[in-house]
């Protein structure tokens, strides 16, 4: 499995009357392979699993994927790191699903062929050979979901960092993803309040203002995460 740290890690957003500190001295070597983050709305969530692959730099503190730095390596941490938002619209970059697979191969110094072999293997691994040539945007929730999630793992990363997946998807919908991440042979860092998804991870991180206040088995970490909530 890859090997993450995150190393003393501070954030914020915002300068003077509107700072807000986000992450507070968040300090963790992630190396398991089904790795679970929850907590309540604003607590850091998003903004720890985007210092994950460079889309936020750390304030304070570094992050590196395998020895690589998220800001002075981030190319090569984006190629490891794939990632997957809650809101498959905000991933779909391109008309047709077979066109939005290949969009996440370009550069990679494939000739046409492969695209179009990678793209087409793809479409059929994730149940979208039917709708090649359809408007992404067009498809349901669920299958935009697949779409995203074939849109990255098409490019094959060594982790998948999915915030909150299935938040969008309606119960049979959110069992196709649950049973598409589990058969992945990425390490996966899974954000959700889907809390039944974590049975059978390794690790669960449980944040609450920007700090991880648990962090182990999924039984005990939910369980400090529901009495975080009723108090
Ligand atoms: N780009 C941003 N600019 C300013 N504030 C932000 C930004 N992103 C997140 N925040 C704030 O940071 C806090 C934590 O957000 P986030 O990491 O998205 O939490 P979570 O995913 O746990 O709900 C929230 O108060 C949110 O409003
Ligand atoms: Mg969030």
């Not at 300090?27 to 692959?53: A, P």
């Not at 992404?136 to 490019?155: F, I, N, P, R, Y």
């Amino acid at each position: 499995m890859p090997e993450i740290r995150v190393d003393a890690v501070s954030h914020a957003f915002g300068d003077g009357a509107t700072r807000r500190q986000v992450l507070r001295d968040v300090d963790l070597t992630l190396v398991e392979d089904r790795i679970g983050v929850v907590g309540g709305n604003g607590s850091g969530k998003s903004t720890f699993v985007r210092l994950l692959n460079g889309l936020i730099h750390p304030d304070e503190g570094r992050v590196t994927v395998d020895g690589l730095d998220t800001v002075r390596d981030g190319r090569e941490v984006r190629r490891r790191v794939g990632f997957c938002f809650t809101d498959p619209d905000a991933q779909i970059v391109m008309p047709t699903v077979a066109e939005d697979i290949a969009f996440g191969l370009r550069r990679r110094g494939l000739s046409t062929a492969e695209r179009e072999e990678r793209t087409r293997a793809a479409l059929t691994a994730y149940g979208l050979e039917n709708h090649a040539d359809h408007p992404a945007h067009l498809l349901s929730g669920g299958q935009k979901q697949l779409l995203a999630l074939a849109s990255v793992l098409v490019t094959d990363p060594d982790v998948l960092v999915l915030d909150e997946p299935t938040t969008l998807l309606d119960l049979r919908n959110a069992a196709m993803v649950r049973r598409l991440v589990d058969g992945l042979r990425q390490q996966v860092i899974l954000v959700t309040h889907h809390l039944d998804l974590l049975d059978g991870f390794d690790r669960v991180l449980v944040f609450d203002d920007g700090r991880v206040v648990h962090d182990g088995a999924p039984a005990e970490a939910v369980a400090a995460y529901r009495d975080l909530a009723m108090r």
